[in-house]
């Protein structure tokens, strides 16, 4: 009996062979295309950061799947759309591939032409089209180039393999390593509890008031602190970059390769050599120091496991691929969660602090997580603990006033650039006032646990931040031209039953913190250190080293420390302008109404304002018309009083032309809040803008 004939939609079986192999084809060069945008450039990335999966708590599984997620997804869904019009006809599936190639090709020539081309934007667009329909015509004309993509099909996978087994990030996804094992306890000495809080991005210049010594007016619980401990002036950090200047800080030993701050990378450590006689209470952040047989219940600073970094890799891609400079850096999305994110409840036996000035009831939701969770371990125990916080504080983004309200911050806004760096450096100062209150909280904790007289409590940063025009941040240009800023850091020591202060101008740097403190500790170090112990030893150089890279030590001139305390090395920024016009109200100045429209970022945020809900739209940004010149003055008034005035500016990357702050809590009333911006002109008059 013959063979029924197939249905006409069905092909035979030579043309399904063809048609499998057409479209394995087809997947093999959407897969090296993807590869080349996608997966390396975000393996790339995160292989060299991984800080990144330290700070959200990811381990090999979330790391391993987000790798997946980096590599599998995209191509089977451009593959999968194509594939779709196969029955439509080859024609179409033929285009339908040709357009997928073309646009693949177009963002890596955007990728690529940030690097090469000077062109961004607009331009940078045009270019990258014209580049993938360059690019996808070879590949409909000539069958080698389809052949060399197939080729590149393997990429993805090396990519991976690199990233797991050779990147910096591959501690986190292989962990293993043996250290010395803990210190010997020195059995003639005592083991005071150890108090130890890193603070992040702090340079020493922020704290400081023109006569040298720490601001007391504007950071009280500072001064409380130097005046009661052993302030250490003369400290620098040994890196920018706290993935090696933590390590190093907690080692003893300076950076000497790129490695992830993970127990496996540095089995010898500050957590190590305590914990065969401490008791640990650790809280890290973008690192994990503290191996888990010893910091079981390590608490994460961020959670929500795979989609939270999915969010943030997702985050990171759009950087890569817009055509403008945007810093494709994970560190930008670290932020300390806050106690009502982390859902933790108010420890009902904690008493309430003694500042009137903060206002920790009704603002408690907003502190960091992890400094709950510290104060909250701050009591007496019968064995010796040691209690250590890295706290990301005052680390960017900025968003706390001193008394704990939080504001939002526009997306971009920029932190260099003239009047941009003088609103980066302000709230910058703002945010360390709220660590201000957070260190009083420390020390007012320790002190009605009856910790304090016993403990050595220490108190530092990591680094600093340059805010020098120019070269803001923490990169080479900036330790370059402003060391003063990036390497002088903070550095509090009080000694179990120190009462009075003093003042210790010695050469300190950061490998020396584990040697002094487990000398106080009563701990024996069982591995070199490159470390000294104070108030004993001293370096004979006068220089500081510093890495900018770890194999490639700086000697930053120790002349430097002058500059520092004399005021010398703070940024030369300009004073805001009018500042007796901050608190007048409109009503007593002379105002007229101006044709000039005004543009505000989120100006519905002041319809409805909750101060009780620990948030203020404090930060306000826009753009006004480019015939309004440079240089001229914007006040910024809410309900009838004036809280900035802020210079206009060239526009930034989205075209806004000016940045104020409105640090006045007093300004805002629950509800409804009227904004009002005005032009300056000579004198106090003011020329009213239509929003």
Same mark, same amino acid.
């Given at each position: 009996?013959?063979?029924? &004939?197939?249905?006409?939609?069905?092909? &035979?079986?030579?043309?399904?062979?063809?048609?499998?192999?057409?479209?394995?084809?087809?997947?093999?060069?959407?897969?090296?295309?993807?590869?080349?945008?996608?997966?390396?450039?975000?393996?790339?990335?995160?292989?060299?950061?991984?800080?990144?999966?330290?700070?959200?708590?990811?381990?090999?599984?979330?790391?391993?799947?987000?790798?997946?997620?980096?590599?599998?997804?995209?191509?089977?869904?451009?593959?999968?759309?194509?594939?779709?019009?196969?029955?439509? *006809?080859? %024609?179409?599936?033929?285009?339908?591939?040709?357009?997928?190639?073309?646009?693949?090709?177009?963002?890596?020539?955007? $990728?690529? *032409?940030?690097?090469?081309?000077?062109?961004?934007?607009?331009?940078?667009?045009?270019?990258?089209?014209?580049?993938?329909?360059? +690019?996808?015509?070879?590949?409909?004309?000539?069958?080698?180039?389809?052949?060399?993509?197939?080729?590149?099909?393997?990429?993805?996978?090396?990519?991976?393999?690199?990233?797991?087994?050779?990147?910096?990030?591959?501690?986190?996804?292989?962990?293993?390593?043996?250290?010395?094992?803990?210190?010997?306890?020195?059995?003639?000495?005592?083991?005071?509890?150890?108090?130890?809080?890193?603070?992040?991005?702090?340079?020493?210049?922020?704290?400081?008031?023109?006569? +040298?010594?720490?601001?007391?007016?504007?950071?009280?619980?500072?001064?409380?602190?130097?005046?009661?401990?052993?302030?250490?002036?003369?400290?620098?950090?040994?890196?920018?970059?706290?993935?090696?200047?933590?390590? %190093?800080?907690?080692?003893?030993?300076?950076?000497?390769?790129?490695?992830?701050?993970?127990?496996?990378?540095?089995?010898?450590?500050?957590?190590?050599?305590?914990?065969?006689?401490?008791?640990?209470?650790?809280?890290?952040?973008?690192?994990?120091?503290?191996?888990?047989?010893?910091?079981?219940?390590?608490?994460?600073?961020?959670?929500?496991?795979?989609?939270?970094?999915?969010?943030?890799?997702?985050?990171?891609?759009?950087?890569?691929?817009?055509?403008?400079?945007?810093?494709?850096?994970?560190?930008?999305?670290?932020?300390?969660?806050?106690?009502?994110?982390?859902?933790?409840?108010? $420890?009902?036996?904690?008493?309430?602090?003694?500042? &009137?000035?903060?206002? !920790?009831?009704?603002?408690?939701?907003?502190?960091?997580?992890?400094?709950?969770?510290?104060?909250?371990?701050?009591?007496?125990?019968?064995?010796?603990?040691?209690?250590?916080?890295?706290?990301?504080?005052?680390?960017?983004?900025?968003?706390?006033?001193?008394?704990?309200?939080?504001?939002?911050?526009?997306?971009?806004?920029?932190?260099?650039?003239?009047?941009?760096?003088?609103?980066?450096?302000?709230?910058?100062?703002?945010?360390?006032?709220?660590?201000?209150?957070?260190?009083?909280?420390?020390?007012?904790?320790?002190?009605?646990?009856?910790?304090?007289?016993?403990?050595?409590?220490?108190?530092?940063?990591?680094?600093?931040?340059?805010?020098?025009?120019?070269?803001?941040?923490?990169?080479?240009?900036?330790?370059?031209?402003?060391?003063?800023?990036?390497? !002088?850091?903070?550095?509090?020591?009080?000694?179990? +039953?120190?009462?009075?202060?003093?003042?210790?101008?010695?050469?300190?740097?950061?490998?020396?913190?584990?040697?002094?403190?487990?000398?106080?500790?009563?701990?024996?170090?069982?591995?070199?250190?490159?470390?000294?112990?104070?108030?004993?030893?001293?370096?004979?150089?006068?220089? #500081?080293?510093?890495?900018? $890279?770890?194999?490639?030590?700086?000697?930053?001139?120790?002349?430097?420390?002058?500059?520092?305390?004399?005021?010398?090395?703070? &940024?030369?920024?300009?004073?805001?302008?009018?500042?007796?016009?901050?608190?007048?109200?409109?009503?007593?100045?002379?105002?007229?109404?101006?044709?000039?429209?005004?543009?505000?970022?989120?100006? %519905?945020?002041?319809?409805?304002?909750?101060?009780?809900?620990?948030?203020?739209?404090?930060?306000?940004?826009?753009?006004?018309?480019?015939?309004?010149?440079?240089?001229?003055?914007?006040?910024?008034?809410?309900?009838?009083?004036?809280?900035?005035?802020?210079?206009?500016?060239?526009?930034? #990357?989205?075209?806004?032309?000016?940045?104020?702050?409105?640090?006045?809590?007093?300004?805002?009333?629950?509800?409804?809040?009227?904004?009002?911006?005005?032009?300056?002109?000579?004198? $106090?008059?003011?020329?009213?803008?239509?929003?």
């Amino acid at each position: 009996m013959a063979d029924s &004939p197939a249905p006409p939609d069905v092909p &035979p079986r030579g043309r399904l062979s063809r048609w499998w192999r057409a479209e394995l084809a087809a997947l093999l060069e959407i897969v090296a295309l993807c590869g080349l945008v996608v997966t390396q450039p975000l393996l790339d990335v995160t292989g060299r950061s991984p800080d990144f999966f330290l700070f959200y708590g990811a381990g090999p599984v979330e790391v391993l799947l987000l790798v997946a997620a980096f590599t599998v997804p995209l191509p089977l869904l451009v593959w999968a759309v194509g594939a779709f019009t196969r029955p439509v *006809g080859p %024609a179409v599936r033929a285009a339908v591939h040709t357009v997928s190639v073309g646009l693949l090709l177009a963002a890596l020539a955007i $990728q690529v *032409g940030k690097h090469l081309l000077p062109w961004r934007g607009p331009t940078l667009v045009l270019v990258s089209l014209l580049v993938g329909t360059v +690019g996808a015509y070879a590949h409909r004309r000539w069958r080698a180039a389809g052949q060399l993509l197939r080729i590149a099909s393997v990429g993805p996978l090396v990519f991976v393999l690199l990233f797991v087994f050779a990147s910096p990030a591959s501690a986190v996804v292989l962990p293993a390593g043996r250290g010395s094992g803990p210190g010997a306890a020195n059995g003639a000495a005592s083991h005071p509890p150890v108090v130890i809080l890193v603070l992040d991005e702090l340079p020493l210049v922020s704290l400081l008031g023109d006569d +040298g010594r720490v601001d007391a007016s504007r950071f009280p619980n500072f001064a409380a602190l130097a005046g009661g401990s052993t302030w250490y002036r003369n400290a620098t950090g040994v890196s920018g970059w706290t993935p090696y200047a933590l390590p %190093a800080m907690l080692t003893g030993r300076y950076p000497s390769s790129a490695r992830a701050p993970h127990y496996s990378q540095y089995p010898d450590n500050l957590f190590t050599a305590l914990g065969g006689t401490y008791d640990l209470r650790v809280q890290e952040s973008i690192s994990q120091l503290c191996p888990p047989s010893l910091c079981a219940e390590r608490t994460a600073p961020a959670s929500g496991g795979l989609p939270e970094l999915l969010r943030e890799s997702a985050g990171l891609l759009r950087q890569i691929a817009l055509p403008v400079d945007v810093p494709d850096d994970p560190e930008s999305s670290y932020r300390e969660a806050t106690r009502q994110e982390a859902q933790i409840e108010e $420890q009902e036996e904690q008493p309430g602090p003694t500042d &009137p000035r903060f206002g !920790w009831g009704a603002l408690d939701a907003n502190q960091p997580a992890r400094f709950t969770r510290f104060l909250a371990d701050l009591r007496p125990a019968d064995k010796p603990t040691l209690h250590f916080l890295h706290l990301l504080m005052p680390h960017t983004p900025w968003s706390y006033l001193p008394s704990g309200i939080r504001y939002d911050s526009p997306p971009g806004v920029p932190n260099d650039g003239d009047g941009w760096v003088e609103l980066a450096r302000e709230r910058h100062l703002l945010q360390l006032g709220y660590t201000d209150r957070l260190i009083g909280e420390t020390l007012r904790t320790l002190r009605e646990t009856g910790l304090y007289d016993d403990a050595l409590v220490v108190v530092t940063a990591d680094h600093g931040l340059s805010f020098t025009p120019g070269v803001q941040g923490r990169g080479r240009a900036a330790i370059d031209r402003s060391p003063g800023e990036v390497a !002088w850091v903070p550095l509090f020591v009080k000694e179990p +039953g120190q009462r009075d202060g003093r003042v210790d101008d010695r050469n300190w740097e950061h490998v020396d913190l584990l040697p002094t403190i487990a000398d106080r500790a009563g701990v024996e170090v069982p591995w070199p250190v490159e470390g000294l112990v104070a108030p004993g030893a001293r370096r004979e150089r006068s220089e #500081k080293r510093f890495h900018d $890279q770890p194999t490639f030590p700086l000697l930053l001139p120790g002349d430097t420390f002058a500059d520092v305390i004399s005021g010398a090395a703070r &940024p030369a920024l300009r004073a805001p302008p009018s500042p007796e016009l901050v608190g007048r109200r409109v009503a007593e100045l002379s105002v007229s109404d101006d044709r000039t429209g005004v543009s505000v970022t989120d100006r %519905a945020a002041f319809d409805d304002v909750d101060p009780a809900g620990g948030r203020l739209p404090a930060l306000v940004c826009g753009t006004v018309p480019a015939s309004v010149r440079t240089g001229a003055r914007i006040a910024v008034a809410v309900n009838g009083r004036i809280g900035a005035v802020v210079p206009v500016v060239d526009p930034d #990357k989205r075209g806004r032309r000016f940045g104020a702050l409105l640090s006045d809590e007093s300004l805002f009333v629950p509800g409804a809040n009227r904004l009002e911006l005005f032009l300056v002109s000579d004198g $106090q008059t003011l020329h009213r803008l239509h929003l």
